[in-house]
């Protein structure tokens, strides 16, 4: 087993880094909040295929929390998360910085990061600070870190987009980012911190939100167009089976706006409760397949 770099202390950090650039060694980055699961697992198995060396991140952010939502109960597992990252033996490096290095400022005078439109709508319409917060602790980790890849989930796939434009307009050229497709439990349930929420029988009603999006996905397929009639008729069943829905819509994949015609990569997405826990999930489709 190769040796782990395991460090919470900024200077620590840089001298390591430096040393990899030095060397000629490229760095890609795995930002998470740690409480991690098999679908972080496979986001640090790509991150080894795009860089010489590999940092795990676990930081659970308090700006990307809404005042309704508990921090304090968010799954704080690093004991755990390191031993998982140890047994993997891929990543180089686990970083875990304490708030006051991330935000060395008050957290409420600190910088944020202002996103476009987008970070306003689907998630952020119910979520309105989330966006900002996921932006704001990201581009302080690329400042320290300096990656030249990051690996970001598709099931996040509004984060992705934003993150991504944030970073072409704000012109961090030399960073490339990665998606990696939703990684899936047997019964298609997307895997999720969140999951270890849900009672068991939410458990068992859990996956019929990816069957609702499958069904959509392939009607449109097979020729569908009246997108508003498979929407209702979604809602319907998933409210039926217990889901509190916050959004179910059909998007354009590039920039998430409301498609134009039945050409384009389309990806239908959903936000919904059951009981307490909030899953999110999609599905991106063409003319005559889909993949999620």
């Known amino acids: 087993m190769s040796k782990i770099f395991k460090i919470q202390n900024k200077a620590d950090l840089l001298q390591q880094r430096d040393i990899w650039k030095k060397n000629n060694q490229s760095i890609a980055l795995v930002p998470t909040m740690g409480n991690l699961h098999h679908g972080h ?19 659970v952010n308090p700006t990307q929390f809404e005042k309704e939502e508990d921090l304090n109960s968010y799954p704080r597992t690093l004991k755990e998360d390191k031993k998982k990252i140890e047994l993997q033996d891929i990543a180089d490096l686990i970083f875990f910085p304490t708030k006051d ?25 119910f979520r309105p600070n989330h966006f900002s917060g996921v932006a704001s602790v990201l581009i302080r980790l690329i400042n320290i870190i300096t990656p030249d ?29 990665i998606s990696h497709p939703i990684v899936r439990e047997q019964d298609g349930l997307a895997m999720s911190s969140r999951n270890s929420y849900l009672t ?8 019929n939100l990816y069957k609702k ?10 020729g569908e167009e009246n997108y508003d009639v498979l929407i209702s008729n979604a809602k319907i069943g ?22 134009n015609n039945s050409k384009e990569e389309l990806v239908i997405m959903c936000a919904a409760y059951l ?10 489709f063409r003319a005559k397949a889909s993949y999620s």
């Open 41 to 59: 697992m496979k986001l640090i198995e790509t991150a080894s295929k795009y860089g010489d060396k590999v940092v795990c991140t676990i930081f």
């Open 101 to 125: 290095m991330i935000y060395p400022n008050r957290i409420d005078e600190s910088t944020q990061i202002k996103l476009p439109s987008l970070s306003k709508d689907l998630c952020g319409k």
């Open 149 to 177: 890849t990051m690996i970001l989930g598709d099931k996040d796939l509004q984060q992705k987009i934003l993150v991504s434009q944030m970073l072409q307009d704000m012109h961090y050229d030399h960073l490339k980012i």
């Open 200 to 207: 068991i029988d939410e458990r068992r009603v859990a996956p």
């Open 213 to 222: 999006l499958s069904e959509i996905s392939q009607d449109i397929i097979n």
């Open 238 to 259: 998933l409210e039926e089976d217990g889901f509190k829905i916050d959004y179910l819509t059909i998007r354009n994949y590039i920039d998430l706006k409301l498609p």
């Open 275 to 284: 009981g307490k826990t909030r899953l999110i999930d999609n599905i991106c």
